[in-house]
């Protein structure tokens, strides 16, 4: 797979990121592991949709299912971090915009932000992003609760329901 290019709004700043870096990331934030099959399964909904172009050329199943594009036997690696001491910074800069396709989002003031239920996670995204140049907020408490409501359906968990943020 060729490597691709980031460019800012004036053509000025110009830096490389791994395809299979974005790949990752994109699982690692919207998958889901299969354990009964050992694979990796990413559903592309909505605008989503067009970042299929990704993952064609490989052996994995992609598919038209209802109104979203489902691509299965993913790696099962890839629900998972990876190892920032083994991949070059092309890789992790793909993973950090994969993850952030999947997870992230611009806020109304147009500051960029994760957000993930795991502040291990977070933590070492920080400092990697950090040795790659992005450099990023202290991680805060985004939500600390034991119920939600999600799509109409409330759940409560003793554990609770956290989410912490990382603004970049």
């Not at 998958?31 to 970042?51: A, I, V």
């Not at 950090?96 to 003031?109: L, N």
Request: hydrophobic share 35%.
């Amino acid at each position: 797979i060729k490597r691709k290019s980031m460019r800012d709004a004036n053509d000025m700043f110009n830096r490389y990121y791994c395809p299979i870096g974005f790949i990752h990331g994109m699982v690692f934030g919207d998958g889901y592991y299969n354990k009964e099959w050992n694979f990796c399964t990413l559903d592309l909904c909505g605008d989503s949709k067009q970042l299929v172009k990704y993952f064609k050329g490989f052996n994995w199943k992609i598919f038209t299912q209802d109104d979203k594009i489902r691509i299965s036997y993913l790696p099962n690696y890839m629900k998972e971090l990876p190892d920032f001491d083994k991949v070059n910074n092309e890789y992790i800069l793909g993973f950090i915009i994969g993850w952030f396709a999947a997870d992230g989002t611009i806020d109304e003031k147009g500051r960029a932000a994760l957000y993930h239920n795991n502040i291990d996670n977070l933590i070492k995204i920080k400092n990697v992003l950090e040795s790659i140049g992005i450099y990023s907020t202290e991680i805060k408490t985004k939500r600390d609760t034991t119920d939600i409501d999600f799509q109409g359906n409330k759940y409560h968990s003793e554990n609770g329901y956290k989410s912490y943020s990382l603004y970049f």
